[in-house]
DNA sequence: ACTATATTTCGTTAATTTACGAAATACAGT
DNA sequence: ACTGTATTTCGTAAATTAACGAAATATAGT
């Protein structure tokens, strides 16, 4: 599997996905332990995992029966510096100042 | 309308949408001038182009039957933000050290 | 082998997305 | 009023997404 930006911004553009890293920002959680705290069925949830870890926005690890996830900072870096290279060229133009 | 966070992150899920706004960035273009430079059917670059409004994205400017696209940087800072705010706390507290 | 717990997979349904070509709209020039 | 250019809207089709409950899988303890 192999992870392209699109997959990244498709997994952001869901609230509930969105309020899973928000919840794995703080400390890792098991899917147990996250579904807790979002109000969807878990066979739902477990969707969502799929999702954020196509998209390498998290990793797990497992131990016994439970399954630990944890936010993958790196890729949220690359988001970041994708959004920034979008407005950045406009700036080193001289001709758009005014 | 109001714009959301998951408005956004959707309109950024698309590779055609992302090449959209990348050649904005150097300078605001018609969607004519778009069009040239991407290979979709016109009326399909229009569906794009009314998603990237309704994510706030991009803005227009209407001039005689030319309709003029250039981006909305703001909203863009936004998202760099709530993805900073995602890794952000987890340096913050002191039991997260070994 | 049996039971309880944690999590995922499966089947289904409803909604949304993306693409196209054809037709419609809007404006400028003649 | 007519023509050409720019762009969008409409109708349609195929693919993807998000949700649920029920069933399946995996592991630990007894």
Known sequence: ???????AYQALSS????QILAL???????????SEQIDVAKSTLSGHFNV???ADLVVTIKEGTTITYS????????????????????YEKPEDKE
């Open 15 to 18: 609230p509930v996905r969105r």
């Open 71 to 90: 936010l993958n900072t790196s890729v949220i870096e690359d988001l970041m510096n994708g959004l920034f290279n979008l407005f950045d060229k406009k």
């Open 1 to 7: 599997m192999i992870y392209t930006m699109s997959d």
């Open 52 to 54: 954020l870890k196509s």
């Open 24 to 34: 794995l920002k703080d400390k890792d959680l098991s899917a147990g332990e996250i």
